[in-house]
């Protein structure tokens, strides 16, 4: 095993006229932010970082997730964070102390902790007892200061696809309604069954139920079929988008799909808000991953004349 990252590498003090200006991107990007005595627009796009893209690291050790936030800041200039179930100690998952330690050092470093991710929705479930897990995640979200629960959706294979969007919403309004209470929002992405791997059928789902605390999560690496219409299809109900990387090729490009295809996609939409990185892959480790990942978002952006 590594040894631990050491702590003293995160705690250096930033100067006030570059924390400034490092502090735009980790805004909602719909407001106006306060700066000195000015009034400065925030950028359309933030770029954020998906905590399961270093999980080797959390794995293995190196990395300790209290202390994610300013690694995070230090490696990758990126302010907005989210962090993942699978990426906390089990025994820490309920302990609202170690939580609110989290969301603590996350605004030490100046981030935006913007979400949770967590399990799968049952969209068949007929109240809100089969789906008390994500309630109880939604807890451990707010607890985080994150506003957003991203969740798998599972539906049944049989039956017509208006029953089975139908069935979902459905099983999803009282989830919604309750999260409500937290201010927590549903972010919904691709997988689970084979009908929510369509990001057309997700899009027919949130239409249907028009809730404001359920969104979607398009993810690029888990939609099937059509991944570019279902992008698409996607992008009028979605508040954040995942990133996804699997490989590079030697000039830098995603092996794996059309990525500038992609960017163009969310530039055309009235999308404003965080593009996570969720790096993925195994032929890069964890940190050159996450670089060559966000080298290649903001190329494509560039194209995209962003």
């Given amino acids: 095993m590594n040894a631990p990252i050491s702590r003293r590498r995160f705690v250096s003090n930033t100067g006030a006229a570059s924390l400034g200006a490092s502090l735009l991107p980790f805004s909602s990007c719909n407001k106006t932010i306060?700066?000195?005595?000015e009034d400065i627009a925030p950028p359309r796009f933030v770029m954020g970082l998906s905590q399961y893209s270093l999980r080797e690291l959390f794995k293995s050790g190196e990395l300790d997730p209290l202390d994610y936030p300013k690694f995070t800041v230090n490696e990758f200039g990126i302010r907005a964070i989210d962090y993942w179930e699978g990426g906390l100690p089990k025994d820490k998952l309920n302990d609202m102390a170690y939580l609110e330690q989290i969301r603590g050092n996350a605004a030490d470093a100046?981030?935006?902790?913007?979400l949770l991710m967590t399990g799968a929705v049952n969209g068949a479930a007929k109240d809100l007892e089969g789906n008390k897990n994500i309630v109880e995640a939604a807890k451990r979200a707010q607890a985080l200061g994150a506003r957003y629960l991203r969740v798998f959706l599972w539906v049944p294979d049989n039956g017509t696809l208006d029953e089975a969007a139908s069935g979902a919403v459905e099983a999803l309004k009282p989830i919604a309604d309750e999260l409500a209470k937290l201010d927590v929002k549903l972010?919904?992405?691709?997988?689970?069954s084979k009908r929510t791997q369509q990001g057309e059928f997700l899009a027919k789902i949130a239409k249907g139920l028009k809730h404001p605390h359920c969104r979607l999560m398009p993810d690029n690496g888990k939609l099937r079929g059509d991944i570019y219409a279902g992008t698409e299809a996607m992008m009028p109900h979605s508040e954040v988008v995942s990133c996804k990387m699997h490989s590079f090729d030697d000039t830098g490009n995603q092996s794996d799909f059309d990525y500038q295809k992609l960017i163009n996609i969310i530039v055309a939409s009235k999308y404003r808000g965080i593009l996570a990185i969720e790096w993925e892959g195994k032929k890069l480790k964890p940190v050159p991953g996450v670089l060559a990942s966000k080298a290649l978002i903001e190329k494509s952006l560039k194209a995209a004349g962003t």
Avoid: N, Q, T, V
């Fill in 34 to 37: 306060k700066l000195g005595e």
């Fill in 110 to 114: 100046g981030c935006d902790l913007f």
């Fill in 187 to 192: 972010a919904i992405e691709p997988g689970a």
